[in-house]
């Protein structure tokens, strides 16, 4: 069955910190990942997807096969990081995605 | 810029009421999906669309039931609301082609209140 685990509900640190939101999946196939954002009354949108091995706003995220994991990583955060991450996984071709329980990250001045 | 419209963003409904959430996609994508979301629980999925009258159960279905008549509009319906249904509900829509559009967009979300 997919699943995708955040272990982690709130992470708080000081600006300028390095940040990683954890993310364990588990899917018999090949997946996609992302990770979606949701800052305070704003939607949810896409932050990174792994296929495209970018960076967006400082975050990357590298797929673990080994591990299954996709944790989020950024080397110094900042105030405007604060908000509510997603991880999600898709099944390559298939249409449905699975979402993680969310990581509230806040970080302090 | 895509738009996914939800007609609602506040909606206060009592127990055993009929309820119905409408969502509206403008870039005529054939998948169409609806989530909730819950502190700690994060967004779970209830149903989804892959194309005109087309449905699937989700993770979460039971009490939900879903219409697409239209490929740019998805309803969700809770035959009989409940307070355990009392909840942020967020649709979604994403293309076809998978390989390159990935991008799931989100409505602004409708939060439900059942007394």
């Known amino acids: 069955a997919q699943r995708v685990t955040q272990p982690e509900k709130l992470l708080s640190v000081f600006k300028g910190a390095p940040v990683e939101l954890k993310c364990n999946y588990s899917?018999?196939?090949?997946?996609?990942l992302f990770w979606y954002v949701q800052y305070s009354r704003q939607r949810l949108q896409l932050l990174l997807r792994?296929?495209s091995r970018e960076s967006i706003k400082g975050f990357t995220a590298d797929l673990n096969k080994g591990e299954t994991s996709f944790h989020l990583k950024k080397p110094f955060a900042q105030e405007e990081d604060s908000a509510m991450y997603y991880c999600?996984?898709?099944?390559?071709?298939?249409?449905?995605?699975?979402f993680g329980t969310g990581t509230r990250l806040q970080v302090f001045p | 810029d895509v738009k996914v419209t939800q007609s609602s963003r506040y909606l206060v409904k009592r127990t055993g009421e009929k309820v119905f959430l409408e969502c509206v996609q403008d870039?005529?994508?054939?998948?169409m999906f609806w989530y909730r979301q819950d502190p700690g629980l994060g967004l779970r999925l209830i149903y989804f669309?892959?194309?005109?009258?087309?449905?699937e159960k989700g993770d979460i279905p039971e009490g939900y039931s879903v219409s697409r008549e239209k490929k740019e509009r998805f309803s969700l319906i809770l035959e009989s609301a409940s307070t355990n249904q009392t909840s942020m509900y967020l649709c979604?829509?994403?293309?076809?082609?998978?390989?390159?559009?990935?991008?799931?967009?989100f409505g602004s979300g409708t939060q439900l209140s059942v007394l």
């Open positions: 999600a996984l898709s099944g390559f071709g298939t249409d449905k995605l699975i």
């Open positions: 899917y018999s196939g090949s997946p996609e």
């Open positions: 792994h296929i």
């Open positions: 669309s892959y194309d005109v009258k087309m449905k």
């Open positions: 870039m005529d994508h054939e998948n």
């Open positions: 979604a829509s994403r293309g076809r082609d998978t390989s390159t559009n990935e991008k799931l967009f």
